[in-house]
């Protein structure tokens, strides 16, 4: 019997092997033409980052606390932009390897690995922000290590789950320290895990909660304890009432008369940007030093009023919230590539790029559209989880998809489509799992 199930796993073992290969070796390639001939590429954001960077390296001193120190630290640890983008391109092979090991291994179908892998590597809006001085790719790839951390985790038992669900709350909580959208990672963890296994008892359900839910207590506690002693806000940044004025400047004008002079210097600047590009989005940032000037707050303390302000607006005003909440939410799913087109010194090879750019932009949103349309056909309809039999781990990423959709509108309303870059190849990853269990179906239906 023992022979018999060798025989059996050697083709399976030789096939999975010969598409690791080939998907390795594309994701090689490519990474390595990418580092030849595209230059590392910094964004508006950039210099904060690096300016964080500079404090962290001198002790902490004079960090402002505008942002989460993952990045910063990452780019303190690394130093030169080209060190940054290699090691990022590193960190995009990592990612492909993990969804290829993730596809095959629940699937049981190296094929299945081998697309997951190569509709991440060949997805140029990944693949261009690998080499972006931006959050993303660290991001993306703590990410998909808490995810293969849960894949692992629910295929063993006892210590060894309890190991893979400590680790994946880990990569969840640093992922947060990255990015502060995904803190809320490892709490859905802790509450997915207990689900998983609820029939295997009340100690067992402590322990799956504990463990993944420790590490990101930990991780978020630490740093909102160091934004309060410091700053004397409760938060991961210092950034919040100016994150939520990108929702309530859009109804601004309803602010009491008793704040009029901040309202009305705030109103100006926002009808200068929508003169100038049709939407009042960021307006904060060009308003900050004239609204610091005439409310004789300081940058702290302006962000906590406008914070109050905010919250009162929304509490008066939920419609009108509701409404960009809603709109947020739509522009979480346009897919963007974020890349620089006058790096590529070839006009054909520029133009080429161009075409496929707005063709993987337009495949991503039907992927986008499909995930969306497709999970709630799955929660609502049983006979669909009956005919495609879905693995724990789908159920897992569309519920982390789901409430990053949801996490990232309601205290922002600002660069939404860079958001899901971290988790759109999960997105793919799931209409793939559907897709595949769709054309078996078809096929068992067909013999039948």
């Known amino acids: 019997m023992q022979g018999h199930r060798k025989k059996h796993l050697l083709p399976r073992c030789t096939e999975g092997l010969r598409w690791l290969l080939a998907v390795a ?91 997951a892998a190569l509709a991440h590597t060949l997805n140029l809006g990944q693949l261009f922000f690998e080499a972006n001085l931006l959050t993303e790719t660290l991001t993306t790839f703590l990410l998909a290590l808490s995810v293969l951390a849960v894949f692992e985790g629910l295929r063993r038992r006892g210590w060894i789950r309890l190991a893979w669900a400590l680790a994946g709350g880990l990569f969840g909580g640093l992922a947060g320290l990255v990015r502060p959208l995904f803190f809320f990672v490892p709490f859905w963890m802790a509450l997915f895990f207990p689900l998983a296994f609820w029939r295997e008892g009340w100690r067992v359900r402590l322990g799956n909660l504990f463990a993944p839910l420790l590490p990101g207590l930990i991780i978020a506690g630490l740093w909102v304890g160091y934004i309060d002693t410091n700053f004397h806000i409760l938060s991961v940044t210092v950034m919040n009432g100016y994150h939520l004025v990108q929702h309530t400047g859009y109804f601004f004008e309803y602010v009491p008369d ?104 337009l495949a991503l949103v039907a992927f986008n559209l499909t995930f969306i349309l497709g999970s709630l056909v799955t929660l609502l309809w049983k006979r669909f989880r009956q005919i495609f039999h879905p693995n724990p781990v789908i159920y897992y990423l569309t519920g982390l998809i789901w409430l990053s959709s949801i996490a990232q509108t309601l205290p922002d309303h600002g660069d939404n489509p860079r958001f899901l870059i971290p988790l759109q190849s999960w997105v793919v990853f799931c209409v793939l799992w559907f897709g595949f269990g769709l054309r078996d179906y078809l096929r068992q239906q067909r013999k039948s």
Do not use: C
Request: proline share 6%; net charge positive.
């Open 258 to 361: 008793e704040d009029a002079a901040l309202r009305d210097t705030y109103l100006r600047y926002r009808a200068e940007r929508i003169a100038r590009y049709g939407t009042q989005g960021n307006t904060i940032w060009d308003a900050i030093p004239e609204l610091e000037k005439v409310t004789g707050l300081s940058f702290y303390n302006l962000s906590q009023k406008m914070a109050s302000i905010s919250i009162e607006l929304i509490r008066e005003h939920p419609g009108l919230y509701l409404r960009t909440v809603v709109s947020g939410w739509f522009l979480y799913w346009r897919a963007p590539v974020y890349w620089d087109a006058g790096a590529i010194a070839p006009p054909g090879l520029r133009v080429l790029l161009q075409g496929l750019v707005t063709a993987e932009r």
């Open 25 to 115: 070796a594309v994701a090689v390639v490519e990474r390595f033409l990418m580092f030849a001939f595209y230059p590392p590429v910094a964004y508006d954001d950039t210099p904060s980052y690096r300016h964080l960077a500079a404090t962290i390296l001198n002790h902490w001193q004079g960090y402002d606390g505008t942002r989460t120190p993952g990045y910063p630290i990452f780019l303190a640890w690394v130093g030169p932009d080209r060190w940054v983008y290699l090691l990022q391109l590193g960190m995009g092979l990592a990612i492909t390897l993990v969804f290829f090991w993730v596809g095959w291994q629940a699937s049981g179908k190296a094929r299945f690995g081998a697309a």
